[in-house]
């Protein structure tokens, strides 16, 4: 077998990146769209973040505001039963007859607004009494209080407000534990009812985006045997270029590009680090094709040195 010559070497590398890029092709499209999976789930957890944390607020509050209106609403229906006894004696003094409207309202164990509305209609049709305006009165401010004392309501909000808390706390607690939640359609399910109930209670806040939680799942990192292999094989030590004056900084660029390529493939780095790999391994290829071109394809690939020898005939 005769002997390889350094152009047949140089020719070996060359031809060796030309494959390796055509195979690098679909195993970086699988990389990108890791990339952009990972891109993707990032801003995503960040705006479902933003946007529940924003509802969460708005429900609380709700909350807080409905708290204040109960303690309002209570107040008043206590002071309104005081003073519904108080006519309820006045009238049994003076007029020695009873008032079964002023003893349900003075018994009432709470007073709704429409029962209220209810009162002030029935007792506008009396007349002669002094606190009776007062009583009015109260009843009116009860009215405009609206019924914020109902317990649906409160469950609601409360059993809403859990719902949020739960999902902050879990499914977007992390990156990581929101990554793990796309693998089911759960979360977006809990963002639906999220959503439903604050419509259903009136409550003005952006809608939390559910799409968000639509994002596909993660594709396995891809093989990389096979792109070693044609690495391996192109630095076989055949074809290892150890002599030649002016190649060896060319063909020196290339082997480490190659090495430095491989541990990126082994590393399994991701997206970005490998495109910076295989641009230093095409930048030192390009650089030593250029080289070749210049200066070993001439006289059918004899170089320019040439004197009745073949470029490492004595290797």
């Known amino acids: 077998m005769s002997k390889i010559t350094n152009n047949e070497r140089i020719i070996n590398l060359i031809v060796t990146h030309a494959e390796f890029e055509r195979q690098m092709v679909p195993y970086l499209a699988q990389l990108k769209q890791r990339y952009t999976w990972q891109n993707d789930t990032r801003s995503a957890h960040g705006v479902l973040k933003s946007q529940l944390m924003q509802a969460r607020r708005r429900v609380q509050s709700a909350m807080t505001e409905r708290s204040k209106l109960v303690r309002e ?51 506008n049709r009396t007349s002669g009494v002094g606190l009776m305006g007062k009583l009015i009165d109260l009843l009116k401010v009860r009215i405009e209080l609206g019924d914020s004392q109902d317990a649906d309501t409160e469950a609601s909000l409360n059993g809403l407000y859990q719902m949020m808390k739960r999902v902050s706390d879990n499914e977007l607690a992390s990156l990581k534990e929101f990554r793990q939640a796309l693998e089911s359609e759960e979360l977006q399910v809990k963002l639906k009812l999220i959503n439903a109930g604050v419509e259903d209670l009136g409550i003005k806040t952006e809608a939390i985006d559910e799409k968000l939680a639509e994002i596909s799942k993660l594709r396995l990192m891809p093989s990389a045997v096979e792109l070693e292999g044609i690495l391996h094989a192109g630095r076989a030590p055949v074809y290892y270029v150890s002599r030649g004056y002016t190649v060896l900084p060319y063909v020196k660029d290339v082997y480490s590009a190659m090495n430095y390529m491989q541990r990126a493939l082994r590393e399994r780095r991701k997206y970005q680090g490998t495109v910076s790999a295989l641009k230093r391994y095409t930048d030192a290829v390009n650089a030593l094709d250029e080289y070749y071109q210049a200066h070993y394809t001439q006289n059918d690939a004899t170089p320019w040195n040439y004197h009745g020898h073949y470029a490492n005939e004595h290797d």
């Open 73 to 123: 609403s209570r107040a008043v229906t206590r002071h309104i039963k005081r003073v519904a006894r108080q006519l309820e004696t006045t009238i049994a003094d003076e007029y020695r007859q009873t008032s079964p409207l002023l003893d349900q309202l003075a018994s009432a164990r709470q007073i709704t607004a429409k029962k209220a509305e209810s009162y002030v209609a029935r007792l």
